[in-house]
């Protein structure tokens, strides 16, 4: 067996928690202990791959370290696109696109958190697939080749893609229950006291207050009309 590599890939402008969600938890997974199932691999290697080794600055202004770029990164098994308002400059950057494509081929895993999809998209991953993105960009999948399916994590063979933001979490443990068992992500879930019980249940549209939904839908309208634009340009073969 062999060390089994993860990348994250970050860009300008993403969404921090879309990254450092499922990082917390998968970077936990390191090697797999006695109790857990059979498993894939040796060790594991979590990865946080850009451009350059510059810092990453967010969309809230965290400047974020990586510990490779495209040209030196390992061989990934799984590759991980976050999203986030940057997703618009990331989809005309032949060079991100081609490092998703490129990477994403080899990869036992392909997946992406909140709007990270139109990047897993865009690199041709999404095609005839059933996906999950932010709530308020799901009408944008078609765009991608894709069918939206309602839930936090969707997975379509080796393609997991999480809703908005927070469902990367769950993504992540989906991921190590299937890597090292249920005990392990039990574990893990146990180690970061990962029981939430928010003060409102306003998290979906489902059963958010209108007013609520209703402004929301507003402040992402000009992100939702640049990235409509963006993969309208791209034209990319299979849309739907």
Not at 100 to 107: Q, V
Not at 148 to 156: A, F, L, M, P, S
Not at 188 to 209: N, T
Not at 210 to 226: D, F, G, I, Y
Request: include cysteine; proline fraction near 8%.
């Amino acid at each position: 067996m062999s060390d089994f590599n993860i990348g994250f890939v970050i860009f300008p402008g993403i969404t921090q928690l879309d990254f450092t969600g499922p990082f917390e938890v998968l970077s936990r997974l390191g090697t797999p202990p006695s109790i857990s199932a059979p498993s894939k691999f040796s060790q594991s290697r979590t990865h946080v791959v850009a451009k350059s080794m510059q810092p990453v600055v967010s969309d809230r202004g965290l400047g974020i370290m990586p510990t490779c770029t495209f040209q030196n990164c390992p061989p990934l098994d799984l590759i991980c696109v976050p999203g986030g308002p940057g997703v618009v400059e990331a989809l005309a950057d032949d060079e991100t696109i081609d490092f998703i494509r490129r990477e994403g081929e080899r990869a036992e895993y392909r997946t992406s958190v909140c709007v990270g999809a139109f990047l897993l998209g865009a690199a041709g991953f999404l095609k005839g697939r059933r996906a999950a993105t932010h709530w308020a960009y799901v009408g944008l999948l078609p765009l991608v080749g894709a069918r939206h399916e309602k839930g936090r994590v969707v997975r379509d063979g080796n393609v997991f893609t999480a809703g908005g933001v927070s469902s990367g979490i769950d993504f992540a443990f989906s991921i190590v229950a299937e890597l090292a068992g249920p005990e392990v992500a039990q574990a893990i879930q146990l180690a970061i006291e990962y029981d939430p019980s928010p003060p409102f249940d306003a998290g979906h549209p489902d059963r958010a207050p209108e007013p609520a939904t209703a402004l929301m839908v507003q402040r992402n309208e000009v992100a939702h009309s640049k990235i409509r634009l963006a993969l309208e340009r791209l034209a990319i073969p299979g849309q739907v």
